[in-house]
């Protein structure tokens, strides 16, 4: 195997052996992917803000964006010096919505060409473009996602009526950067039911949680 590039993290060190989280392959393609939404995101324009929750993109403002694009940052040193616990590698929500967005962009630019793939690094067929698999070892649920469904407009509202169970943590943009507590965040993996009222007729939602 050839010698690491300059400013290249030694993946093939920091992720051998079977009882790796993820491939050095995988663990390349996430870094440099952190790496180039960091850069994305940044100056004042945010452009790929539109890429957020809606909710996100309608209270945001500057200050929150450089504390999100942040979160890129922190991910990326994780990946590059092998922190990636298998459990908790976002600490907190902003974090864990950075994540989602660093495996899709890793995904589109693996099967597009455009994240090159370095041949250096041993290969493992069964993990280097299992995406799907990353997903389910890197978060506890993808509860922040419910944020993109219009049927649940209104989710992150702290305030919401329960009809059984506490709902969700930290979902409200402004409470995206509270850290999570050390054995998760609470309301995880219940089942659970919210009242919604619209124009003053009252709907119940029910979500099952695994």
């Known amino acids: 195997m050839g010698d690491v590039a300059p400013g290249v993290p030694d993946f093939a060190r920091l ?40 909710i996100a993109q309608r209270v945001v403002d500057e200050a929150w964006m450089e504390q999100f694009v942040s979160c890129f940052d922190s991910l990326a040193l994780r990946f590059e010096r092998g922190e990636v616990d ?30 090159a793939t370095d041949l250096s690094l041993p290969a493992d067929p069964d993990r280097d473009g299992d995406f799907d698999a990353v997903r389910g070892l890197l978060f506890g649920d993808h509860d922040v996602l419910l944020l993109f469904d219009p049927a649940l407009d209104g989710i992150e509202a702290p305030d919401l009526d329960l009809d059984e169970h506490r709902l969700f943590a930290n979902l409200h943009p402004r409470a995206w950067f ?31 949680r695994e």
């Open 15 to 54: 992720y051998a052996g079977p009882g790796c989280p993820m491939s050095p392959r995988m663990a390349a393609r996430l870094w440099a992917a952190a790496v180039m939404l960091a850069d994305t995101y940044e100056g004042p324009l945010h452009l790929p803000r539109r890429s957020l929750p809606p």
């Open 86 to 115: 298998a459990t908790r590698i976002s600490t907190c929500t902003a974090e864990e919505m950075a994540l989602h967005l660093i495996i899709d962009a890793a995904e589109g630019a693996t099967r597009d060409g455009s994240l």
């Open 178 to 208: 509270l850290p999570f507590t050390d054995d998760g965040e609470p309301g995880r993996r219940m089942i659970f039911a919210f009242e919604r009222r619209n124009q003053g007729s009252a709907s119940t939602t029910h979500l099952v």
